[in-house]
């Protein structure tokens, strides 16, 4: 069964405490993998897709890595701004409708 | 650029009412997904539309759910009779292809007391 799992489910850091957020998936044909962030009362916010094993992206603090197992999302000296929920979410080759992960709740600290 | 609109933002009804919840998704995009989300189980897909057309309504919970889409700018879901366990955040998100993130609204909080 196709299925995506993040960890932890809940990470406090200290504003400039660089951590990551994991991702690990099984997928068979797996065409992609989306990042997502979303805010209290919002819904998800599209921050980066990673099709291939070695991809990276990187947007201001966050930069997304991908293995043939699983992605991190690397938040380097993160901000109190960058408190959010942030989840994954894998998709085939074969179909349209993608798995959502349960996500990680990331808060830091002043 | 007008992004997907969801209404109403928030719903509190009586079990056994019906429910409808409406989305207008972003102009140009072919592909509409209806979502749950619950502390439980997350985010899940209820069902999705291309060129209007329901694709795959398999993670409709049961008969009670059901979803149009009459035309490419408008859908809605629509709960009757609605009961307690349906409480849960509805989104609606659009892409244009299928490999494209999907642009999501930001919700229907429903509350069925």
């Known amino acids: 069964e196709d299925q995506v799992t993040q960890s932890p489910e809940a990470l406090r850091l200290q504003e400039g405490e660089s951590s990551s957020l994991n991702c690990s998936y099984t997928?068979?044909?797996?065409?992609?993998l989306f990042w997502y962030r979303q805010d209290p009362g919002k819904g998800p916010e599209f921050l980066f897709t990673?099709?291939?094993a070695g991809e990276e992206k990187e947007k201001e603090r966050l930069k997304a890595t991908l293995t043939k197992k699983e992605s991190f999302l690397h938040i380097t000296a993160p901000k109190p701004e960058d408190s959010a929920t942030y989840l994954c979410?894998?998709?085939?080759?074969?179909?349209?409708?993608?798995?959502f992960g349960s996500g990680t709740r990331l808060s830091i600290r002043p | 650029d007008a992004g997907v609109i969801q209404s109403p933002r928030h719903e509190v009804t009586e079990m056994g009412q019906e429910v409808t919840l409406r989305c207008k998704p972003i102009?140009?995009?072919?592909?509409l997904f209806w979502y749950r989300q619950t502390m439980m189980r997350g985010l899940e897909l209820l069902i999705y539309?291309?060129?209007?057309?329901?694709?795959?309504d398999s993670g409709m919970p049961e008969d009670r759910f059901s979803a149009k889409m009459p035309n490419a700018s408008f859908s809605t879901l629509k709960i009757q009779p609605s009961e307690p366990r349906d409480s849960a955040v509805y989104f609606c998100?659009?892409?244009?292809?299928?490999?494209?993130?999907?642009?999501f609204g930001d919700g229907t909080r429903l509350s069925i007391l």
């Open positions: 997928v068979s044909g797996l065409r992609g």
């Open positions: 998100a659009s892409t244009a292809w299928r490999d494209q993130p999907q642009h």
């Open positions: 102009s140009g995009h072919d592909y």
């Open positions: 990673l099709y291939s």
């Open positions: 539309f291309n060129n209007n057309v329901p694709i795959d």
């Open positions: 979410a894998a998709f085939d080759s074969s179909a349209s409708k993608i798995i």
